[in-house]
């Protein structure tokens, strides 16, 4: 058996020997290079432009804005993308002088070499009418979501009577948190080369899902998809960043049509705050009410989000509160907040890590009213169902994730007081969280080629940010072939190959593995037929895979099958669950906070490789501390811009900042979600982690801090 074993990346040597092409990577003659000019105010109208300066510098090529160039036709959509908000209107670049926010692509410039590109970008000169912006979260007015949004992120959910039973329960808690805009900063910046033979476009592209980005710019061009072919075979992180075909993929083409040659474009670490969405600011409020023995009666959430002027982003950030713990009494209610910014986007585990961050720091509030340990009141309160869709889960082993993760932590050494244990400067704190995301599944293709000398060629239009999918994806084809996962090869990330959804949301492994495993089967159907024929033709069996090729003078035998989910879905609520277990050490003279410990046990379904899912939950885990202690964009109202757009100053983990990471995997097997057994592991992994390092500093300083991230100064005030 393959599927359960730790196996290496199949594609770890072409990684770390410069083999893998990333986007900007690929040698194409005659290639020139693009550079973005962007605005500086955040609303307002283009009144004049200066580009002589610009125009004088050898190397220049061409230089597009609204006054040249193409009015593209952005055909309208039969249904939004899944990936795109589900209201307003996408950003058209170039198409006209209004200004919607600080930072907008305005100009491109094609020039021989990425350095004229930039030093004639920087010479363009523009005028402004500028126009007064809405850039304070706090004073901006609050709506709910249209009606087309509200479908998956309702404006307001109620069972029960929740406001009266919080105000007739015994103990009860409500406070506010606040969840600061957080920005991907994958290690690729986002880069596209795009190629035009007569009509047909050839995007190389930093994506998580090739066929949306086919779909988007036939959409924004007005030409067939047929006509487009994306190419993606590996992608330096994403994080969610790359679900979207964002405008400099439409001004990359615009910009290889007008040089006639391929053109590359690269983002800048700063235009990727601007260019590319981000996680939105959130604030949120949480009561819970209770028995004296920790029954919940009443569970109120309630939380705004920023998003742009020109669309729509909604987040499931109410979800958690819905379904996560057993309450008779619960309501939600979702606001957004229009401002002069760019569009924000998925970020690992959206909505539901931000929801949990504020739920579960108000379950641990509610156990200090209390008295009662955290996680006994979690248990106390543990669903047996999912009560919001009133639906059995398809599985759920958070009961063994809570004792594993516990046993392995020493959760029983804890003592309820806080600031009860320090060893010299350090005040210690034990916290803990419980985590899940949804298990999701669509509707996926693949291939499997048999050649004749008995390797196998797998083939799938999916993607690989880092997960491990080319790597998966094999052993589940080994185990179904009964060949050695060496011998199989997988082709990925093309939209000329067969059909798959998007990589992200954690539905690769349930999505694309369930078509893998159904295409491998339908090959083995294909050999058996052929083996039949063959044998009643000769006296004697036939040993192999390759022999049977070759006495039937083939070189090779396909089988392409497609997997969808069915009727489960509306049988059973899926979701992935998890525990985490943090220690903190807190400074008690600077407020300075390390995390020496952080311990998760997942229940993640059927575990294809232990190895890749053990780095998706440490890697998830090192997220969750820059969440809780790092991650914020500056947000200066007065300019309606992120003013440490870097690397310099926003800030992420770096290895001083990491200590013992714990992640593992509790006996579980979803065959009601799936062929396969598996849930997803990706989107877990980040969820619960902030919350627990955050109960954990409340308990090592008495001191709670609602605003994340908790930064050394809020301690001290």
Not at 403 to 428: K, V, Y
Not at 655 to 678: E, H
Request: proline residues 6%; charged residues 20%.
């Amino acid at each position: 058996m393959s599927v359960g074993l730790a196996l290496d990346r199949v594609d770890g040597p072409d990684k770390v020997t410069g083999r893998a092409r990333y986007a900007a990577e690929f040698p194409l003659k005659h290639l020139a290079h693009a550079a973005i000019a962007t605005s500086t105010i955040a609303k307002g109208r283009i009144r004049a432009i200066d580009s002589s300066a610009a125009e004088r510098l050898p190397g220049v090529l061409a230089i597009l804005t609204h006054l040249n160039a193409p009015k593209l036709p952005y055909q309208p959509f039969k249904e939004r993308p899944l990936v795109d908000p589900k209201s307003g209107d996408q950003l058209r670049v170039l198409q006209g002088p209004d200004i919607l926010f600080n930072g907008q692509p305005i100009a491109l410039v094609v020039a021989e070499t990425p350095e004229q590109a930039r030093a004639a970008a920087a010479l363009l000169h523009f005028v402004y009418d500028e126009q007064a912006a809405v850039t304070c979260f706090a004073e901006a007015p609050r709506r709910p979501p249209s009606k087309e949004t509200a479908k998956g992120r309702p404006a307001e959910t109620a069972r029960g009577d929740a406001d009266q039973a919080l105000a007739a329960a015994p103990v009860k808690i409500d406070q506010r948190y606040v969840q600061a805009r957080e920005h991907h900063n994958a290690m690729e910046p986002h880069a596209t080369i795009a190629v035009w033979e007569g009509e047909r476009l050839t995007l190389y592209d930093k994506t998580q899902w090739v066929g949306n980005d086919r779909a988007e710019i036939a959409h924004v061009f007005g030409i067939p998809e047929s006509h487009i072919r994306v190419i993606s075979p590996f992608v330096g992180g994403a994080f969610g960043s790359a679900l979207r075909t964002w405008p400099h993929v439409t001004l990359v083409a615009m910009g290889a049509k007008a040089a006639r040659r391929p053109v590359s474009l690269e983002l800048d670490r700063r235009q990727l705050y601007c260019s590319i969405g981000f996680r939105p600011h959130t604030e949120q409020r949480v009561a819970l009410g209770a028995t004296s023995d920790g029954r919940l009666l009443a569970l109120v959430q309630e939380a705004t989000q920023q998003t742009s002027t020109y669309e729509e982003y909604a987040e499931t950030v109410l979800e958690p509160p819905r379904m996560a713990y057993s309450c008779t009494n619960v309501r939600t209610r979702y606001r957004l907040v229009e401002m002069n910014t760019n569009s924000p986007c998925p970020m690992r585990a959206p909505g539901i890590v931000t929801g949990l961050v504020a739920l579960e720091m108000a379950m641990d509030e509610l156990a200090e009213a209390l008295c009662m340990d955290p996680m006994a009141l979690r248990l106390k309160n543990y669903a047996e169902h999912d009560e919001d869709k009133q639906l059995p889960w398809s599985s759920k082993e958070l009961r063994a994730c809570y004792e594993t993760a516990a046993a392995r932590f020493g959760w029983q050494r804890r003592q309820r007081q806080p600031r009860s244990l320090r060893e010299g400067r350090d005040l210690i704190g034990y916290g803990m969280a419980t985590a899940l995301y949804p298990a999701h599944r669509a509707a996926a293709a693949a291939s499997v080629r048999l050649q004749a000398d008995g390797t196998v060629l797998l083939r799938s239009a999916t993607s690989d940010m880092g997960p491990g999918t080319y790597t998966a994806m094999v052993q589940v084809a080994a185990d179904a072939l009964a060949v050695d996962p060496a011998r199989i090869r997988f082709e990925l990330g093309d939209s000329e190959l067969p059909e798959a959804p998007v990589h992200g949301g954690s539905i690769t492994m349930a999505s694309v593995g369930s078509a893998v495993q159904a295409a491998a089967e339908a090959l083995l159907a294909k050999l058996k037929e052929l083996a039949a024929r063959m044998q009643a033709a000769e006296s004697h069996a036939l040993d192999s895979y390759a022999a049977l090729l070759r006495r039937a003078g083939l070189d090779h035998v396909e089988a392409e099958a497609e997997a969808a989910p069915g009727k489960e879905e509306h049988a059973f609520s899926s979701y992935a669950f998890g525990a985490i277990f943090a220690e903190v050490r807190v400074d008690v003279d600077f407020g300075t906070i390390r995390v020496p410990r952080l311990v998760g046990a997942y229940d993640i379904g059927r575990v294809v490789n232990p190895k890749i899912a053990h780095s998706q939950c440490i890697g998830g885990m090192v997220g969750g501390i820059g969440m809780a202690l790092l991650e914020q964009a500056d947000w200066d109202p007065r300019f309606g811009r992120v003013m440490n757009a870097n690397l310099a100053e926003y800030l992420v983990p770096v290895n001083a900042d990491v200590g013992i990471l714990d992640a593992v995997f509790v006996p579980s097997d979803d065959r009601a979600f799936n062929p396969i057994g598996a849930k997803g592991v990706a989107e877990l992994g980040l969820c619960g982690v902030a919350p627990a390092i955050a109960n954990a500093v409340y308990h090592a300083t008495g001191k709670r801090v609602r605003d994340l991230p908790i930064l050394p100064e809020a301690l001290l005030a």
